[in-house]
């Protein structure tokens, strides 16, 4: 070990020297499922849920089972005051370390630090918080840890009292920062909450009630007719437009007519478009290069990220028709999945457009294209559309649904200033977000700084200096290292509880040999969880990390290589489940 200075009393040390790092048993499935019983067992999701939900503390599981169930088993009773924590899998990357509040025993995908005195478990528990178990997991294809990588993890430890001191310090300043993050990150559904509030205000006259007062001049129905020329005159110019069915079936909606301001007068989206259309059904090539190639994932609350997009062939793009290349101020709506999102194009630039995303044709209308985007992305028109909405697993947004929305329509010099004003609490709200966003970064690294000063000493200087009996002698770091180690060298001269003999079961219980993932499923004629595979195909309860890692080798392969089987969506309890492919279940 490097030689370091250390605080008075404290010592260098292994995390093996003052505590027991142990793993969880294997599960089998018949074990599994019981919502109550005498011990939990703890999975590698309940400790995820108890660092997102319970402030680290793990008190609950998703199975249980009875003291009979627990012996035969044959795991450890992990105690309060243990760490608990994932040990092979993605979830090793994660970092995340949960506090036993309730004894327990734990599956063979998680890994416990027991300390050998009960006062210190605080102190590791957040001493292992500190660090970054990914640089100590085995570079294989599956992230590991085993037992002798955490017990030889260096430790400075301090006196058994400044422990206590220390702990009791993080707790309440740790407890203090995540009450601040909290708060921070609940700003920006705050600061949405707010953009909607505007927007409604916005539409519904209310932004400018006052305004309206002293600037009478222009209506609203002004606006709808004179509109109503203007597309006369381009549909007359190309009348195949004038059959299409976005303005020949724009009639009101009425269901969703409100009261407006007497100034103001109400059209539809059909009315005041061309056309209302959506881009092409046909496959189009990728390409390197070319001509970008937007899809309803590039079309978010007023931005259309054209950049992200992906690119077809410039001779793909010119087959196209005109409504699948929109141009600077149409309006883009998706109307496939997550469907409503309205951008305004803002940009020269050429590009195409597939089906989840639609067109608005804006190309004779006097109205403000500002005041539309905002309106189309409005709590209104937001609800319309949800209202509107069609399928189930997928959701679609009919065009001739959205020609048929109702549009409040206020004068032109309103509108003006309805976009400067909500443009200018838009303002305001992106710069309270953009400081809570750098507060909650500082705040973020203001964690790792409190552990980092925690276990160098600083916090308990002052602490130190008052009471410099309980940091020496028998009571510094390098005495209680000393009774442990003399406690566990009399543990070991006790005498180990006889067993009684029993028989090893034949027949049915036979240990099972071990079968490819592929073949166990073929057996099993359904889909299994991971934990459920792992014992189908005949890996012992207490497989090792190579067993393990073989495990998770013959998966990839069938997974990726042979695609005999496919990964389902996670269960609740955070597992994987498996099935076979369509041609292996034929097979």
Not at 390 to 403: E, K, R, T
Request: overall charge neutral; hydrophobic content about 40%; some cysteine.
């Amino acid at each position: 070990m490097v030689e370091v200075n250390l605080p008075k009393g404290w010592a260098v040390t292994t995390i093996g020297a003052v505590a027991r790092v142990s793993s969880g048993v294997g599960f089998p499935i018949k074990y599994q499922g019981k919502s109550e019983g005498l011990y939990p067992v703890y999975k590698v999701g309940d400790v995820s849920k108890a660092v997102t939900s319970k402030h680290g503390n793990l008190a609950v599981a998703g199975h249980y089972v009875d003291k009979e169930e627990a012996a035969e088993l044959k795991g450890e009773i992990f105690p309060v005051g243990a760490t608990l924590f994932a040990k092979i899998g993605e979830a090793v990357k994660l970092n995340r370390r949960a506090f036993v509040r309730k004894p327990g025993l734990a599956d063979n995908n998680v890994m416990a630090v027991i300390p050998d005195k009960s006062d210190c478990n605080r102190f590791l528990y957040q001493f292992l918080r500190a660090i970054d178990l990914t640089e100590t997991s085995r570079s294989t294809t599956v992230p590991s840890i085993r037992k002798g990588d955490i017990e030889d993890i260096e430790l400075y430890l301090p006196p058994l009292a400044e422990q206590i001191v220390i702990a009791d310090k993080l707790d309440t300043l740790l407890a203090q920062v995540e009450t601040t993050k909290a708060r921070l990150e609940r700003i920006p559904e705050i600061l949405k909450s707010f953009r909607q509030s505007v927007l409604s205000a916005a539409v519904s006259g209310k932004l400018t009630q006052e305004w309206r007062e002293s600037h009478g001049n222009g209506t609203g129905e002004e606006v709808v007719k004179a509109d109503a020329i203007n597309k006369s005159v381009l549909l007359n110019e190309n009348p195949a437009l004038k059959k299409k069915k976005s303005t020949i079936e724009s009639q009101i909606d009425t269901e969703y007519i409100f009261d407006l301001p007497e100034s103001w007068g109400f059209t539809t989206w059909g009315k005041i478009s061309e056309w209302i259309t959506y881009g092409f059904t046909k496959p189009m090539p990728k390409s390197d290069s070319g001509v970008k190639l937007l899809t309803a994932k590039d079309v978010q609350y007023f931005d259309v990220n054209i950049n992200d997009a992906g690119l077809t062939t410039s001779s793909a793009f010119q087959s196209l028709s005109d409504k699948d290349r929109p141009i600077k101020g149409d309006l883009l709506i998706t109307k496939d999945g997550s469907i409503g999102r309205a951008a305004l194009v803002r940009t020269d630039e050429p590009f195409c457009i597939n089906q989840s995303v639609a067109v608005c044709w804006l190309r004779s209308t006097s109205m403000n294209k500002d005041y539309l985007e905002f309106l189309a992305n409005s709590e209104f028109t937001q609800r319309f559309v949800k209202d509107k909405a069609q399928g189930m697993a997928i959701q679609h947004l009919s065009i001739i649904d959205y020609a048929k929305c109702p549009l409040p329509v206020p004068s032109l010099e309103e509108q003006t200033e309805i976009v400067r004003r909500v443009e200018e609490l838009f303002a305001f709200a992106d710069s309270i977000e953009q400081k809570a966003t750098a507060a909650l970064a500082r705040v973020n690294n203001l964690t790792q700084s409190i552990l980092a000063k925690a276990f160098r000493g600083e916090l308990t200087a002052d602490w130190r200096a008052a009471n410099p009996e309980l940091i020496s002698g028998d009571n510094s770091a390098a005495a209680l290292l000393e009774k442990i180690k003399v406690e566990r060298e009399v543990m070991k001269k006790q005498p180990k509880p006889k067993r009684s003999n029993i028989k090893k079961k034949t027949g049915s219980h036979m240990s099972k040999q071990i079968i490819k993932v592929v073949d166990a499923l073929k057996e099993a004629g359904e889909p299994l969880s991971g934990q459920q595979l792992l014992a189908a195909a005949g890996y012992p309860s207490d497989s090792g990390t190579e067993q393990l890692e073989q495990f998770f080798l013959d998966i990839r392969k069938a997974l990726i290589s042979e695609k005999s089987i496919v990964k389902l969506q996670r269960g609740d309890d955070g597992q994987d489940w498996f099935a076979l492919a369509q041609k292996s279940a034929k097979g």
